[in-house]
Every structure is written in C-alpha cells, then in structure tokens.
C-alpha cells in the first residue's frame, strides 16, 4: 500500500505540471535562470547572455534553487532526450518542472512515512488522500516559485521531527539538530519567512528538553547534571552559529557572482526592503486575520474542520499544529499577505486532519452515528476534489500566453524569418524563454525536427499598435485581443488575424433537472454519462489575437 500512496503524490504533482504546462511571470526569475544555466553553462563569460542582465532590473533572488535544479535536471534530460521524450524547449521546461515536482512529492512522500510510524497507516492513507485531493499544494509543488524550492527542506525537518515511534515523547537529538539545520539553510537562503517558522519550532524543542530536565530531577540530580551537559550544550550553540555563517557565506558567493554585484546576500536584501523599509505595504495591505479567514480555508479545504477535530483528539496533534499556528499569527503581522507565504503549514495541517478524519472513518458502522461521521469523511475527501477539479481547470485555461506561442512555434516552424511582437499580457502569461523555440540558445538536448532558424521573439514594451505597425521588421503580433487590438491594429488594414487563443471568463450551470421529465431517459443518460462536465460548463472568451502581416 506504501508504494501505491507514494506513486499517488507523485502521480498527482505530475498531472498538474502536464494539466497546466506554462508558467506566470512569478515563477519567470527562478524558471528562467534554470534555461540559462541549462544553456549557457554557468562560466563567467556566459553570464552577459543570462535573462536578468538582458532585462536589469528584477529584484536580486537566489540562483542556487534554480542551479541545484538545472543540475538535477540534466542527466533526466539526456536519459529522456535519448529516448526521443524531448523534441523542443518547451519539453525541457516541462521536463524541469516535473523534477521539481517529484522532489517536492519526496519531501510529502517522506512525511507520509512519519505519518505511518508515529500515528498508525489508517492515518497515513487519509494524509495523502487529503493532500492529493487539495488543489494549491498539488497545483503549485512543480512550480518555480522561490517557495516551492523551500517547500522541500521544510518537509524534509518536519520528517525527521516526526519519524518516531507513536509513544516516543520527543524526537532524537540528532534529529531535532539536523531539522533546524535544514530550517536554518532555508531561511538564510531561499525564504525568509522560514525563520518565523523556525523560532516557535525552537522555542517548543527548548521546552521539551525542560520538562526532560524537570523529569529527570525526580530520577537523580547526577543524570539532571548530564542532562544540562547534553541540552544545552555550549558547543550546539556554537555549532549552530558557525552554520549560519557557512549557509550566508554560501548565498553571498553564488549570488554575488551570478549578479556581479558584491556583496550580496538576496534574502536578507529582500528582508531589508521589504520588512524594514516597509515595501512589501507597497504590494496591497491585508487585514491582520486575512491568513485565518481567507488563506489557510482556501489551502486547506476540507482539512480545515478536519485538523481542529484532530487537535481535539489528539495531544501530538496539538504540539505539532502549534507552532505552525504561531508561525501563522507571526507573520500576520506584516500587512503584505500571500498563501505561498505560509504554504510550509499545509502538510502539518494535512496530518492534522488525516487524524481526525481517521477517527471519523473508524466509528462502528454498524450504528448510524458511525455511518455518518464515515459518510462525512468521504464526502469532505469529494468535495476537496470537486472545487480542486474546478480550480485545475480555470488556473489551466488562465495561460493564453503560452498556448498562443506553443500554436504559433507549429504553425510558423518551416518559417526562415519570423520577427514577432509578444504582448505585455501574452508575456506574463505563459511566454517563457522556453517557449522561443525558434531562436537561440539551441538548447543541445533539444532534438528539434527542423533546422534551427533564427527567428526574433521582440518583448519589448509599451510600443504602440502604430509603431509596431510602422517597424518593418516585424512580421507578426501577439496582441491582446479586444477593441484596442481593433483600433489600432486592424484598422491600419495592414493586419490580418491568423488565430485567436481563448481563455477563462466564467462558469455557466446547465442544472440537469431544468427540463427534465421522469419519463426523459435520454436526458438522465446524457447527464450521466458526461459527468459533471455538463453540469459545469466553463465559458472562454478570446484572450490573444495572433496577427501576421498582410
Ligand atoms: C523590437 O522591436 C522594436 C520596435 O521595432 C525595436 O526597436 C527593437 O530593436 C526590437 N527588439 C529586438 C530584440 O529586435
């Protein structure tokens, strides 16, 4: 059964990546700095063809994510470039994405198995139950998000929190050392925030070991001695801040030389500005309970209810979910709110609500009351799935950029010259440097059916329809479809439409029982058959008009 779970985390993340194969200008920094280490190598002559020196600018993130990636990526791609998986750029990017999310699907894999251990494997089934059937965490895990790169070490310090023995009061000292080791590297490196997760996680280690200290004066004052010997330890202390030094001194060499700016440590410049210098304000202000009332039910789903009746249940429940709930309250206290800010909390939670659903689900069914809480369970397991399969579809339909290009590289490819405008909103929405299949860097792994061409993929911004229009060079637009489009473009009568790319606008309910009649068995077949589908129609409207110049 273990495996089957396993294959199931992977398995979901997996059909995510391939639901929803572009990418968002968030994730751009991260996915682009994967393409340029993956094709101009990382010497210090390559670095000027590098995406944030050919658009300066970007706020300073860490490159060792997205090197650490690129490297993990590499042999895959050979393996699977060999084998003939990998006929463009676009492949590749699908390719990196799927190692993220398997990394990410180890990291839940891992926490699946402390589950098994410490709260029984009835648990651990409706921990991955619960987490597959959630729509972010699954969505996002193979995402280039600077998040989703933490995510990883996260759960792999929670699992070595939690990988003990159900009646095991507190984890081994090697554990807890090796978990904020992980959690220390995390914060210094890929996300701040980790830190405020950190503090409450150590503040709870440093009372466990008081109570064993408290305890342990009961036993003999000799082993109370020993014990001040082992926890607090002088020399932890030590270590602990010689780590910090190591993981900044990391961050500062990579990063100041993949950004020639010296010296620089991205995390803590992020910290500064937007912390310090209160920047972050400048992105949208959210009320101090916006993480209870609207993020975390929309994280969590169903697990929500769920992890308050495991807390209830359980006292293990309870001292796990505290801390993240601290870590919650903390950063409420910054005015800039974002789900991804506190996404580390979704897995702990997800335990949570495995045991209170286990207990849900274990009730004598011979009694009503115990084939309620059963159905209940259930039915919170389908509801998740149902908004998830709703939210899938319109965050997939939500790319226009990509799929217009993705049409555009097959329709054009036997095109010697090709000069095309990408506009502002074709770029932010799926228009990767991946998706420039026709122009260089040839990617070598990329064994492209024609010969590469040389075709220019123009972003530059805020040019008029009328200057577009009037640069020759220029053969065909990725425009944004509408009036504006209408004026400026077709109205010069020198366009012509050749496609247009749709996408989300809204959802239409053709409710099944609108003309029905009893006697209507062909409707009730119809209705059957194609599911929910029908029920739920989700309405597209154009989105990008690509034009090619008469
Ligand atoms: C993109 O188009 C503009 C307007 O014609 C032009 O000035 C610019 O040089 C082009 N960029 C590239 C990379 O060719």
Redesign the pocket.
């Known amino acids: 059964m273990s495996f089957a779970l396993d294959l199931l985390l992977l398995a979901t993340g997996w059909t995510h990546v391939w639901l929803a194969p572009y990418t968002k200008v968030e994730e751009s920094f991260n996915l682009h700095a994967t393409h340029d280490v993956l094709s101009y190598g990382v010497a210090p002559d390559a670095l000027h063809n590098y995406d944030h020196f050919v658009f300066s600018g970007v706020v300073p993130r860490t490159f060792i994510g997205s090197l650490i990636l690129a490297w993990l990526s590499t042999p895959i791609l050979h393996i699977a470039s060999a084998f003939g998986f990998i006929t463009s750029k676009l492949d590749i990017q699908i390719a990196v994405r799927l190692v993220l999310s398997s990394l990410n699907a180890f990291g839940l894999i891992l926490l699946r198995r402390a589950v098994f251990k410490r709260f029984g494997r009835p648990t651990g089934l409706l921990f991955v139950l619960l987490t597959c059937s959630q729509s972010h965490v699954p969505f996002w895990m193979g995402r280039t998000l600077p998040n989703m790169f933490a995510l990883f070490p996260v759960n792999l310090a929670f699992f070595l929190l939690n990988n003990r023995a159900s009646n095991s009061l507190k984890p081994s000292t090697l554990s807890v050392h090796a978990a904020f080791s992980i959690l220390t590297f995390t914060a210094v490196v890929f996300r701040s925030e980790v830190a405020i997760l950190l503090a409450p996680l150590a503040l709870q280690s440093l009372f466990l070991q008081h109570t064993r200290f408290l305890s342990l004066i009961k036993v003999g004052i000799i082993s109370a001695i020993a014990s001040i010997g082992t926890s607090m330890e002088p020399d932890y202390i030590f270590r602990s801040i010689l780590n910090i030094l190591l993981f900044v001194a990391l961050t500062v060499l990579v990063d100041s030389y993949f950004w020639d700016q010296w010296p620089l440590w991205p995390e803590f410049n992020g910290l500064y500005f937007n912390v310090f210098q209160g920047k972050s304000a400048e992105w949208g202000v959210s009320p101090a309970h916006a993480y209870f009332s609207s993020h975390l039910p929309k994280l969590l789903l169903g697990s929500l209810p769920l992890s308050a009746l495991g807390a209830l249940l359980d006292a293990r429940i309870r001292s796990l979910l505290i801390p993240c709930l601290a870590f919650i309250a903390l950063i409420s206290a910054l005015g800039h709110k974002e789900w991804r800010f506190i996404v580390y909390a979704v897995p702990v939670f997800n335990i949570a609500a495995a045991r209170g659903a286990r207990w849900m689900v274990s009730r004598r069914k011979g009694r009503f009351f115990g084939r309620l809480l059963f159905l209940g369970a259930t039915g919170i397991i389908a509801a998740n799935l149902l908004v998830t399969v709703m939210y899938t579809r319109v965050s997939a339909a939500n790319y226009p950029g990509g799929s217009a290009l993705a049409v555009f590289n097959k329709r054009y490819a036997d095109w010697e010259h090709v ?1 095309v ?1 990408i506009s502002n909103l074709a770029a932010q929405t799926g228009a990767s440097l991946f998706l420039q299949d026709h122009s260089p860097p040839h990617i070598a792994l990329a064994h492209s059916a024609s010969a590469p061409h040389h075709w ?1 993929y ?1 972003k ?1 911004e805020s ?1 008029s329809p009328k ?2 229009t009037a ?1 020759s ?2 053969t065909h637009v990725i425009a944004e479809a509408g009036p504006e489009s209408q004026k400026g473009y077709l109205k010069t009568g020198k366009w012509d439409i050749a496609f247009s790319i749709e996408g989300f606008s809204g959802w239409r309910f053709n409710l099944p029982w609108r003309g029905w009649r009893v006697n209507n068995k062909a409707k009730i077949y119809e209705w059957v058959s194609q599911g929910l589908g029908s029920v739920m129609e989700m309405d597209t409207r154009e989105e990008l008009w690509v034009l090619e110049r008469t």
Do not use: D, E, F, R
């Open positions: 000069h405008h220019v123009n530059t040019l200057a577009i640069s060079q220029i």
